[in-house]
């Protein structure tokens, strides 16, 4: 169809000389074909098959390497994202409710060797439900020397102190394989669940240069039931690697939060404190230097780890201590003299991640502090406003979210007559927005939804922005 005629179908679609601003299925089809210019056959088998069928594609795919044969058993598991439409006399329906087809074409698998990459585009969309795909590996692995059992190892080799990781790390070693891309080129709209081992997501971490792949890569790893050592200096050696892209770096951060656990001692909150104090603090003094934000890529995954730092969690659900400390730490010496950029931004994501917190019984104690540097911070954007008032909102935001969580030791009334103020006619409009939804939040909290109901009705009378 193209860019140019799907923007036509649109304006016409939302022309307000329209009657009716719904669209139907049938509609649509009309529009692709007189203003699209898409051939009737085209639209006779693409309705059918992609919107009035079982919707798209689910693939669960996991592989397992044939030494002998030297060769990739690929398993595939064919499901669909809905129920087809019992009421469509469709052939291509009927076809899919049997389970005989699918989608029309063959998606691609890209395995990455040690001699090279190479396309298989041999997984077909259409088929039975459950299937067994063979991929023919290129490289060959070189002759091992036989090496000699170690003292307390068993007959057959295998010794119980080795860990699963360590394990997985010997069986990929025994294949020529790095990773393996299932649709590489995201040419279908499928749902992909792919398993592979631990190691391979890792070199695709590493050594894959794809940024979509980066991503799927952290994505996998950082939800694994057990994680090893190995995960964790992975997601590590990435988010310090500054060629890569910022964005997928920020993801790693986060990866690394999430991973951090007592079975790691805490491996990936100290690698994220250990990461932004090599970036931002005086060796010598041990405290943050002054601002600086020229490089801009590194701008954005700095100002990331705070709020990662604030979603590590210990054993009893709580934020540990000493991540509480470190963002206390970064608020109180923020220092912005000689910086050519505003701090606006900066200073809110800091204020964001104290919305993240915690507060366990380690914890409880820094509350104090904490809740003093955001009202500091109000006083400083009242008297010196920056841009659209970001900051102030970030700071009503985190007061709001720290009294829903530790209502049993701050008094809600009291966060109600601070934030109320910012209710003001003299505030800027994202600031009264979000002063009245923060307050409507603590009230249904606090007294229920009645209470909340009539205080909406109080506060559209008096605020015309609420109206809609």
């Not at 971490?205 to 964790?232: M, T, Y």
């Not at 104290?354 to 104690?365: K, L, N, R, S, T």
Request: hydrophobic share 40%.
């Amino acid at each position: 169809m193209g860019p140019d005629s799907f923007r036509k179908i649109l304006q016409m679609i939302v022309a307000s000389t329209r009657a009716s601003r719904t669209l139907s299925t049938k509609e649509f089809r009309h529009l692709a074909n007189k203003i699209g210019n898409l051939e009737r056959p085209f639209l006779k088998e693409f309705f059918p098959r992609w919107i009035e069928s079982c919707g798209c594609p689910i693939m669960r795919l996991g592989i397992s390497y044939n030494k002998r044969r030297n060769l990739v058993e690929l398993a595939v598991s064919r499901g669909c994202t809905a129920k087809a439409d019992p009421g469509s006399d469709s052939h291509v329906n009927g076809d899919i409710q049997e389970g005989a087809t699918g989608w029309p074409g063959m998606m691609s698998v890209r395995v990455h060797e040690t001699d090279g990459v190479y396309d298989h585009p041999i997984l077909p969309m259409a088929g039975e439900a459950l299937q067994v795909v063979e991929l023919q590996c290129h490289s060959k692995l070189a002759a091992k020397r036989f090496q000699k059992t170690k003292k307390g190892s068993k007959p057959d080799g295998s010794d119980d102190n080795v860990d699963a990781s360590t394990q997985e790390n010997r069986t990929s070693m025994d294949s020529p394989l790095l990773w393996i891309r299932v649709d590489p080129e995201m040419e279908y709209l499928a749902e992909i669940h792919f398993h592979q081992p631990i190691q391979m997501w890792i070199n695709q971490l590493e050594k894959d240069k794809d940024v979509i792949s980066q991503s799927q890569a952290i994505a996998v790893l950082e939800k694994l039931p057990q994680l090893s050592f190995a995960v964790i200096n992975a997601l590590n050696n990435f988010l310090n690697d500054t060629k890569a892209f910022w964005r997928v770096r920020v993801e790693a951060a986060y990866a690394l939060a999430v991973t951090a656990s007592e079975e790691t001692d805490l491996a990936g909150l100290l690698h994220l404190v250990k990461f932004y104090k090599s970036r931002r603090f005086d060796t010598d003094i041990g405290l943050p230097r002054p601002n600086d934000f020229h490089d801009i890529p590194e701008y954005f995954v700095l100002e990331a780890i705070p709020h990662a730092v604030a979603l590590v969690r210990s054993s009893d659900k709580s934020s540990p201590r000493q991540a509480i400390e470190f963002i206390l730490q970064l608020l109180k010496y923020n220092d912005n003299n000689g910086n050519v950029y505003s701090d606006v931004y900066w200073l809110a994501a800091m204020v964001q991640a104290i919305g993240e917190v915690e507060f366990g019984q380690q914890g409880i104690g820094l509350l104090s502090s904490l809740l003093k540097r955001i009202d500091r911070l109000l006083q400083f954007d009242n008297f010196m406003p920056g841009y659209n008032g970001v900051l102030t909102v970030s700071c009503i935001r985190a007061l709001a979210r720290i009294a829903e969580r530790v209502s049993s030791s701050i008094c809600l009334d009291r966060i109600c007559e601070l934030i109320a103020p910012f209710r003001s006619m003299d505030k800027p409009w994202k600031v009264r927005i979000e002063a009245s939804r923060v307050l409507l939040d603590l009230e249904l909290h606090h007294k229920g939804l009645d209470a909340a109901l009539l205080l909406f009705l109080k506060y559209t009378d008096e605020e015309r922005s609420l109206r809609g």
